[in-house]
Structures are given as structure tokens and as C-alpha cells.
T-cell receptor
Framework: NAGVTQTPKFQVLKTGQSMTLQCAQDMNHNSMYWYRQDPGMGLRLIYYSASEGTTDKGEVPNGYNVSRLNKREFSLRLESAAPSQTSVYFC?????????????FGPGTRLTVL | AQKITQTQPGMFVQEKEAVTLDCTYDTSDPSYGLFWYKQPSSGEMIFLIYQGSYDQQNATEGRYSLNFQKARKSANLVISASQLGDSAMYFCAMREVNNFNKFYFGSGTKLNVKP
């Protein structure tokens, strides 16, 4: 079991460039999430997906799009990167709706936008 | 209103002593779960402990225990016998059963364990 995997681990972009962050989980979880973490701060939810084919906005969705390709994969796209999107991005998954199921996190992607 | 509040941006503790990290939460949902995560300097998020709103006993996992005071809406993490490896950021989080797709995270507490 690899758990939650994310690619790439590091990325440097120029302002205006686009890229897609990939996330996959092999735990058969229904729910998947994308967060960003800025230096010295907590996690802020960008988008989440309760099941295959559904996505919903979180706290900070502007400038991002997501795709829940199948049950395993949930990608995050930056169409036109901005320096304000410099952050560490975490993907997470969770089994189901019961409140005692914790989230399992990927290792993160450190993104710098110049 | 903030769903999760961690009022201690940073704390120091002497090795082998116990330390309490504070967390208060805000919800009107009768059923919810509270979580603590550890984030070492390497960056990964490590799940530590869970407390359900209907649990009668405080949760414990090894050296970690959760001091759950439902009426006060607090869920403080207690680390006993601190070790140098406990130096990390600690995040409190909550999930509500009626809004189960969202986890709410606090801003974190940076714990430094002194030798």
C-alpha cells in the first residue's frame, strides 16, 4: 500500500504558466481533498471530492480547477500561476462520512511561482 | 467564526516533561470528530489521535492523550514524557457529521522540546 501519492514533489513555475498536480490513493477511499499550506500557517481547503464525479469548492478555490478522474485520482490544475500561489500543496483522502475517519495525507508538493 | 482555534503559536517544553497543547472548537452539530496531527520539519502530516463527540472516555494513544471537555468545547492534546522527536507543528482538526466532507484545521502550535 503506497497510501496517498503526489507528483511532483517540487516545482518552480513562472507567472502565467500552467501545471497540474497529480494525486492518487490506493485505499479505496471515497473522499479526496486538496489543501494549501502557506509558511507558518495551517491548512486551507481548496477543493474536495466526496465521490467519483463530484467536486466542490473549499475555502480558497480561486485560481484552481480540479478533476476527479476516477476513484483513485484527484488532480489540481493551476491555469495561470501567480506568485500568491507559492505554497505547499497537500492531497488527502478519507474513507467515508463517519466523523471518526481521519484523513490520510500525501507527502506534499512544494510549488514556487516566480 | 473560526471553527478551530489554537491560541499557542509556539511552546517550549523540557525533555521528559508533559505538555498540553490547547484547542477549542465551534460547532452546533451534535456529532463530530476531533483530530490531532503532527507535522515535523520534514513536512508530512502524521495522524496522532481521534476523539468522537459521543465518546465517554478521553482518547489515549501511547504518550498522547486528549483532554476532551465537551461543555467547554475544548480538545487539548497532552504529550507525556516529551522527547526531542516531538518537536514539530501540531494541528487540531474537526469533522462534523452533517458536513462530513470538510475537515477544519487550526493554525497550529509549534512545539520545541529542549534537551
Amino acid at each position: 500500500n503506497a497510501g496517498v501519492t503526489q507528483t511532483p514533489k517540487f516545482q518552480v513555475l513562472k507567472t502565467g504558466q500552467s501545471m497540474t498536480l497529480q494525486c492518487a490513493q490506493d485505499m479505496n477511499h471515497n473522499s479526496m481533498y486538496w489543501y494549501r499550506q502557506d509558511p507558518g500557517m495551517g491548512l486551507r481547503l481548496i477543493y474536495y471530492s466526496a465521490s467519483e464525479g463530484t467536486t466542490d469548492k473549499g475555502e480558497v478555490p480561486n485560481g484552481y480547477n480540479v478533476s476527479r478522474l476516477n476513484k483513485r485520482e484527484f488532480s489540481l490544475r493551476l491555469e495561470s500561476a501567480a506568485p500568491s500561489q507559492t505554497s505547499v500543496y497537500f492531497c488527502a483522502s478519507s474513507p467515508d462520512r463517519r466523523p471518526y475517519n481521519e484523513q490520510f495525507f500525501g507527502p506534499g508538493t512544494r510549488l514556487t511561482v516566480l | 467564526a473560526q471553527k478551530i482555534t489554537q491560541t499557542q503559536p509556539g511552546m517550549f517544553v523540557q525533555e521528559k516533561e508533559a505538555v498540553t497543547l490547547d484547542c477549542t472548537y465551534d460547532t452546533s452539530d451534535p456529532s463530530y470528530g476531533l483530530f490531532w496531527y503532527k507535522q515535523p520539519s520534514s513536512g508530512e502530516m502524521i495522524f496522532l489521535i481521534y476523539q468522537g463527540s459521543y465518546d465517554q472516555q478521553n482518547a489515549t494513544e501511547g504518550r498522547y492523550s486528549l483532554n476532551f471537555q465537551k461543555a467547554r468545547k475544548s480538545a487539548n492534546l497532552v504529550i507525556s514524557a516529551s522527547q526531542l522527536g516531538d518537536s514539530a507543528m501540531y494541528f487540531c482538526a474537526m469533522r462534523e457529521v452533517n458536513n462530513f466532507n470538510k475537515f477544519y484545521f487550526g493554525s497550529g502550535t509549534k512545539l520545541n522540546v529542549k534537551p
